[in-house]
């Protein structure tokens, strides 16, 4: 499978032969499992293929959760991820089957998605990046303010989408284009370079970029 649900270990770095320290993030991709094969023939009517990962309690999960995952031999999973593939992927798999990181090697780009760290309320220069203005010459302490944000009398409102303070991260976000540091195959450990969205033992998912570095989809 060109996708696949972790967790993220952390941050470290290996040496390349030169030397050069290379940060990188570790990512756990193992206890992938098939869940269930959706395919375009059937009363679906497309293609798709549901991940499980993880394990939990089962006084965690509901009935109906528990009777979709034992039909699928899914086991108590954690975590039940849709996704839309290619008809010959879905060749070769069925319910209940380990997945492994073949689709993954050294040097591929991938794009993991996760939810970014909560970071509470946050003023406009945080949050927005604005400029700040002048601490000097009467400000009156409001250098750090985001200034107007409406209209007198008409439309005599603030806007919707209007950039202001407000509630900072805790949202779901991309990091594309991460390249491939190192496979362990036996841990099923993932290394990519750079850093990934969220804290560590944050659940991630990661899949194979759509271009490659030599142009290839």
């Known amino acids: 499978m060109k996708t696949l649900l972790g967790v993220k270990i952390g941050m470290s770095r290996l040496f390349r032969d030169d030397g050069v320290a290379v940060p ?15 395919k375009a023939d059937g009363p679906d009517g497309y293609d798709a293929v549901q991940l499980a990962h993880g394990a939990r309690k089962k006084k965690r999960l509901s009935a109906a959760a528990i009777g979709h995952r034992a039909k699928h031999k899914a086991g108590l999973a954690r975590r039940l991820k849709e996704v839309r593939c290619e008809a010959a992927e879905l060749e070769g798999l069925e319910s209940g ?41 009467g400000t009156s302490r409001a250098h750090n303010t985001v200034g107007s944000t409406g209209q007198c009398q008409d439309p005599g409102r603030v806007f919707k989408g209007k950039k202001m303070p407000g509630h900072l991260g805790d949202r779901g976000c991309t990091v594309r284009n991460l390249p491939i540091a190192r496979v362990d195959l036996e841990r099923k450990l993932l290394f990519v370079k750079g850093g990934v969205p969220g804290a560590n033992n944050a659940q991630i998912a990661v899949r194979v970029a759509r271009i490659q570095k030599n142009g290839a989809a």
Do not use: M
Request: with cysteine.
């Open 97 to 137: 089957q380990e997945l492994g990181l073949d689709a993954f090697a050294e040097g591929l780009l991938v794009d993991v998605i996760g939810v970014s760290k909560g970071k509470g309320f946050a003023g406009g220069i945080r949050r927005h990046n604005f400029r700040s203005g002048r601490a000097s010459h």
């Open 24 to 38: 990188v993030t570790v990512l756990d991709l193992s206890g992938n499992r098939v869940c269930q094969l959706k």
